[in-house]
């Protein structure tokens, strides 16, 4: 009978000081909000960026924006499109309809340009999006896409099937980052337990490619993947995860509240 593996935290620190890690999957550069939230709680955060974020610019950008801007309802799906967009022209006096934002991350963001009227679902993923009262019919509407190439393919997917015309600005990118060997390194030999915060399932795919199987095997058992959506939960699971924890959302208090909270709380025998 396979022994139970204890994910409580323990009473010992490793050298460092640090009693359990927190893995960071953020975009290069982004990971103090974690470092914030974590701090006080005995945690370490380990930022594995498995990417950067670069802003775009250009003529056809500005264009595609304007368009995107124009349009019968505008979504934005990150602070980066937010900030990528502001960078092109004032936003507070872009607004002519509805904006939506998949998290009040964004919502926070458009708020500091200004922007007064922001959609945001209660639930931050794409599917609390699409369930806004806003977009509840959408057939024949002009909807804008603020974002960056490769995401939230679900939303201008379901939108176009609801019968709606995608009007998509790709206002930055997200450059990939290998994984340094030196960064393994300090992976393999951090506190546990380890809690794998996901916010995203492209940086979670490409950080699982860079892992080496040996790193993969440990992760598979040792760590708790705290996830921000049922989508990201399932994706978890396919790679062999053994703990998923479902975050309240995709923000650092949440993400590392419900670690902590994995943490202290001894499983159930």
């Given at each position: 009978?396979?022994?139970?593996?204890?994910?409580?935290?323990?009473?010992?620190?490793?050298r460092?000081?640090?009693r359990?890690?927190?893995?960071?999957?953020?975009?290069?550069?982004?990971?103090?909000a974690?470092?914030?939230a974590v701090?006080?709680?005995?945690?370490?955060?380990?930022?594995?960026?498995?990417?950067?974020?670069?802003?775009?610019?250009g003529?056809?950008?500005?264009?595609?924006?304007?368009?995107?801007?124009?349009?019968?309802?505008?979504?934005f799906?990150?602070?980066?499109?937010?900030?990528?967009?502001?960078s092109?022209?004032?936003?507070?006096?872009?607004?002519?309809?509805p904006?939506?934002t998949?998290?009040?991350?964004?919502?926070?963001?458009?708020?500091?340009h200004g922007?007064?009227?922001?959609?945001?679902?209660?639930?931050?993923?794409?599917?609390?999006?699409?369930?806004?009262?806003v977009?509840?019919?959408?057939?024949?509407?002009?909807?804008?896409?603020?974002t960056?190439?490769?995401?939230?393919?679900?939303?201008?997917?379901q939108?176009?099937a609801?019968?709606?015309?995608?009007?998509?600005?790709?206002?930055?990118q997200r450059?990939?980052?290998?994984?340094p060997?030196?960064?393994?390194?300090?992976?393999?030999?951090?506190a546990?337990?380890?809690v794998?915060?996901v916010?995203?399932?492209?940086a979670?795919?490409?950080?699982?490619?860079?892992?080496?199987?040996a790193?993969?095997?440990r992760?598979?058992?040792?760590?708790?993947?705290?996830?921000?959506?049922?989508r990201?939960?399932?994706?978890?699971?396919?790679?062999?995860?053994?703990h998923?924890?479902?975050?309240?959302?995709?923000?650092?208090?949440?993400l590392?509240?419900?670690?902590?909270?994995?943490?202290?709380?001894?499983?159930?025998t």
């Amino acid at each position: 009978m396979q022994a139970m593996v204890d994910h409580t935290i323990p009473t010992g620190a490793s050298r460092s000081g640090a009693r359990w890690t927190l893995i960071s999957l953020r975009p290069q550069g982004q990971h103090a909000a974690l470092r914030r939230a974590v701090a006080g709680l005995g945690g370490h955060v380990l930022a594995l960026s498995p990417w950067r974020l670069q802003r775009l610019h250009g003529t056809p950008v500005l264009r595609q924006l304007q368009r995107a801007l124009n349009c019968d309802r505008v979504v934005f799906t990150s602070p980066a499109a937010v900030a990528a967009a502001a960078s092109l022209l004032p936003l507070a006096e872009a607004q002519r309809s509805p904006w939506l934002t998949v998290g009040e991350g964004t919502a926070r963001a458009l708020q500091a340009h200004g922007i007064t009227e922001v959609h945001a679902p209660q639930r931050m993923d794409s599917e609390g999006l699409l369930a806004l009262p806003v977009l509840a019919d959408v057939q024949g509407l002009r909807i804008g896409l603020v974002t960056a190439p490769g995401g939230r393919g679900l939303i201008a997917a379901q939108l176009q099937a609801a019968g709606a015309t995608i009007e998509r600005a790709d206002v930055y990118q997200r450059r990939l980052l290998r994984l340094p060997p030196r960064a393994l390194a300090r992976l393999a030999h951090s506190a546990q337990p380890w809690v794998l915060a996901v916010s995203s399932g492209e940086a979670l795919q490409h950080f699982w490619q860079q892992l080496p199987p040996a790193l993969q095997q440990r992760v598979q058992v040792h760590a708790t993947a705290v996830v921000a959506s049922d989508r990201l939960s399932e994706q978890a699971r396919a790679l062999g995860l053994q703990h998923v924890v479902r975050a309240a959302g995709p923000t650092s208090a949440q993400l590392v509240g419900a670690a902590h909270a994995t943490l202290t709380v001894p499983a159930a025998t």
